[in-house]
């Protein structure tokens, strides 16, 4: 008798469940070329007619994918198999005829790090895109890339259930619900819970650790086995303790994935980079010298772990409703991008992860991008119009302008309430009156950070983000004690201002030597000459950049200075020490920004509470 009650009980909680939710079957052991099959059993249908959407644009990408292109031999069912009447009404929209009828919707979707026929010139970002490589065992799975929804019907409760060979391992933020072997079911809230988790399979090189109240997972593929787990966790340990701190003593989320995928060849987007989500994020980057790509995820992870503040705890109704077919973008991606581009760089200086020139040249830097960007309208207008090509390809700025208004808006924060406040107080005020599951009014943020903060503040966010006058870095800065020449002539050390290049054998050369100064004539640097070392370190395309830093940092005018080329002398191939002394040349540079060395007790106040009293 309780052996059929229970029989009952499992059916009746199937059959509800099928029909209140989507089940979803994607079958990696079927994946054939380069293409993974899709089953997805839809809630039950109420109208006679639907459509099936997805995604054109996804949230942190700002620009249009048109996931729709990578779908083939879509195909919408009855429970018997019988098929439905489908019209493909444009790329990411199928109008299913018949809907009461519907209970799955089968389709194949291709990999986009790969070309194929329909791609099109618009290649996805790959953070943001689909990997299928049965042959090599690895998986990038965006959901958004594979799943869609019926419209109407998002806000539905996901199982996603994903089989594959028993080799390899997924990792996600995603809740998992059962396991085996050889497959995963996992579960999300809605269709927004479940397009903002990333799954990564792989041959399983996964690590996890609790730092601050949150178990943190980091999962690696990299083919020739450049870089581990536990290498990125050794990283990025020290960052998020830091991280902590900055956020008020603890992690604001329970979980946290660090999903790593490292290539050996070409993208076909030609870029590299991450995508944002509110557990995880996604990194696509390519296999390089150990040190340096440890110190690249340590720069990126930076970033996008502070989007667990913005925008999961802080954001606009357009992004908390977002439209993924015909999105309404929010006025404040300087908020979103811009104060974590800022969060992720006053972290590691105000605990000392780096030193404040260091901080100092990455901001000055941002002025220089800011500078080329040239955006002249309002940051609102810029925003919320990021999709318009003529702002799409200045989309870059938000992590230069963005950073700047952050920097600049956290140091009037201070200096207007005497140092009782700073920006990341008022974010976690503002984490609190809003969080996850509220949305801010977009045309009423600025007036409700006014309310928590002084008049001085709201009229810096009116003139300067929702305005178009320029940023007043003289002034502002000067509140810390931080100098700021837009124009300033030196004398540097210079490295003979050659032209470098990489030859046929991926070797630094001496591409062109027009613009040769004394130094570089001194040395006798002659175009063609591979460079093999400059003044005792190995050079190598890993290494040149930080080669010449180095050697700009260490050498004093007069100073020795060895090279060593390869080079052709009489018909032979010859290594060549090359010698002289170095020099300094005249420098014109732009957007100077340098800590003045005897501040006042006001400027030391204000640069106590922005670095913390210890820089």
């Known amino acids: 008798m309780k052996k059929n009650l229970l029989i009952l009980l499992v059916v009746l909680t199937t059959s509800i469940q099928a029909q209140e939710s989507y089940t979803i079957n994607i079958d990696l052991t079927a994946a054939k070329d380069d293409r993974v099959p899709v089953e997805i059993v839809v809630p039950a249908i109420e109208q006679d007619e639907v459509e099936y959407h997805m995604a054109k644009v996804v949230p942190g990408t700002y620009s249009i994918s048109d996931f729709g292109r990578f779908v083939a031999g879509f195909k919408a069912l009855d429970e018997d198999g019988n098929a439905l009447e489908v019209k493909n009404i444009s790329t990411n929209r199928w109008v299913i005829k018949d809907a009461s009828r519907l209970d799955k919707i089968t389709y194949w979707i291709e990999d986009s790090f790969d070309d194929f026929l329909g791609y099109g010139s618009n290649k996805l970002f790959e953070p943001g895109g689909m990997s299928i490589e049965a042959d090599k065992g690895v998986f990038v799975m965006n959901t958004f890339g594979f799943i869609g929804y019926v419209d109407g019907y998002k806000f539905k409760p996901f199982y996603l259930t994903v089989i594959h060979d028993e080799e390899i391992q997924g990792a996600t933020s995603l809740k998992k619900t059962s396991s085996t072997s050889t497959s995963d079911t996992y579960t999300a809230e809605n269709y927004n819970f479940l397009a903002d988790a990333p799954i990564m399979y792989s041959e399983p090189d996964i690590v996890s650790k609790e730092i601050a109240g949150a178990t943190i997972t980091v999962s690696v593929y990299s083919p020739n086995k450049v870089l581990s787990a536990a290498d990125v966790m050794d990283t990025i340990d020290e960052l ?3 991280q902590a701190k900055y956020l008020g003593g603890k992690l604001p989320v329970d979980r946290y994935a660090y999903l790593i995928y490292l290539f050996d060849s ?11 989500h509110s557990y995880s994020s996604l990194y696509a980057l390519p296999e390089m010298d150990p040190a340096r790509i440890s ?4 720069d990126v992870a930076a970033h996008e772990f502070f989007h667990i503040v913005t925008p ?7 992004i908390h409703n977002f439209n993924y077919i015909e999105p309404k973008m929010s006025q404040h991606l300087w908020l979103y991008e811009g104060v974590t581009e800022y969060a992720s760089q006053h972290v590691q200086v105000k605990y000392g992860l780096y030193e404040l020139d260091d901080f100092l040249n990455e901001m000055r830097g941002k002025i220089n991008q800011q500078e080329r960007y040239n955006v002249n309208i309002p940051y609102t207008e810029f925003s919320e119009n990021i999709l318009e090509p003529k702002n799409e390809r200045k989309y870059g700025d ?3 302008g963005g950073a700047l208004i952050a920097w600049c808006l956290d140091l009037t924060i201070i200096n207007s309430t005497n140092g009782q406040k700073d920006l990341q107080s008022v974010l976690r005020e503002l984490s609190k009156q809003y969080g996850p599951l509220k949305a801010f009014k977009d045309e009423e943020l600025f007036s409700e950070i006014e309310k928590i903060t002084t008049p001085e503040v709201g009229s810096f966010l009116k003139k300067y983000v929702g305005g178009s006058e320029k940023l007043p870095y003289a002034e502002i800065l000067s509140w810390a004690g931080i100098k700021y020449a837009p124009d300033n002539d030196e004398m540097v050390i210079t490295a003979g201002k050659f032209a470098p290049g990489l030859n046929e054998d991926q070797e630094v050369f001496v591409a062109g030597t027009d613009n040769l100064n004394e130094f570089g004539k001194d040395l006798d640097l002659q175009e063609g000459d591979v460079l093999l070392s400059w003044n005792g370190n190995v050079v190598s395309p890993e290494t040149f950049s930080d080669v010449i830093q180095s050697y700009y940092g260490e050498v004093e005018a007069g100073d020795k200075v060895t090279v060593i080329v390869r080079r052709e002398v009489k018909g032979k191939i010859k290594n060549v020490k090359l010698k002289a002394k170095a020099k300094k040349v005249k420098s014109s540079q732009k957007h100077l920004l340098k800590a ?13 509470f922005w670095l913390g009293s210890s820089n």
Do not use: C, F, R, W
């Open 240 to 242: 998020m303790e830091a």
């Open 266 to 276: 070409q993208t076909i987007s030609g870029s590299y980079g991450a995508l944002e």
């Open 295 to 298: 110190q690249t995820v340590k």
């Open 312 to 318: 999961l705890n802080i954001h606009s109704e357009e």
């Open 398 to 400: 938000v992590y230069a």
């Open 596 to 608: 003045v060395e005897n501040p006042t007790p006001e400027q030391q106040k204000v640069k106590d």
